[in-house]
């Protein structure tokens, strides 16, 4: 499945590193626009005043440009000016349009209304509507990305299902998580 992922699902720390996960394991194939990131590290930064700038770009937007190389897509201001979606959200539209990609995986459904990525075949989806529709077809692969984010949080050490705790509290991801949760196997 090619997802376009909206700025909104990258910029929660444990959402992003859930759904890049899921791409590194290829339950996923991701792609972003330079529009998205800039928007990511953006927010990142107006949120968290503490967050410098340019190590965050240097650490997170490096280590995903280097971990997902085919991940960027060019998009043409033509194509953003032809679409009929939300304007803050066309670069994102045109993104899917430009990657071809079958989903677009936001936060604001409704800003992606329009026919122009009806027409494209494009589908809006929230993360925890990905999220299940991957526990539906590929549960495995759920279950071992929140194994494998639980292997690599240090700081403070976190089991799976503290992981899926953390994940659980975010917009859309309650039931899917909790049906991780019921898969992963009992902490020890």
């Known amino acids: 499945m090619l997802v376009v992922l909206d700025a909104c699902v990258l910029y929660p720390p444990s959402l992003r590193d859930l759904l890049l996960t899921l791409a590194a394991l290829d339950a996923i194939d991701v792609r972003w626009s330079e529009e998205i990131l800039e928007e990511l590290v953006r927010n990142v930064v107006a949120k968290n005043p503490d967050i410098d700038r340019v190590r965050f770009e240097q650490h997170t937007v490096t280590a995903m440009r280097r971990h997902f190389p085919n ?20 670069h994102v539209a045109a993104a899917a349009i430009a990657a071809d990609a079958t ?13 122009a990525l009806a027409n494209a075949g494009v589908e809006v989806v ?30 403070p050490l976190r089991s799976a299902h503290e992981v899926a705790s953390i994940l ?21």
């Open 168 to 188: 659980e509290a975010h917009p859309s991801m309650g039931p899917p998580i909790r049906r991780v949760a019921e898969l992963l196997p009992a902490d020890r």
């Open 126 to 155: 929230t993360p925890g509507d990905l999220v299940t529709r991957l526990l539906d077809d590929i549960p495995e692969s759920v279950v071992l990305a929140v194994r494998q984010i639980s292997g690599r949080w240090r700081n």
């Open 71 to 90: 991940a960027l897509v060019p998009v043409d201001p033509a194509l953003v000016a032809t679409l009929d979606n939300h304007p803050k959200d066309r």
């Open 103 to 115: 989903t677009i995986v936001t936060l604001d459904v409704k800003d992606f209304r329009g026919r």
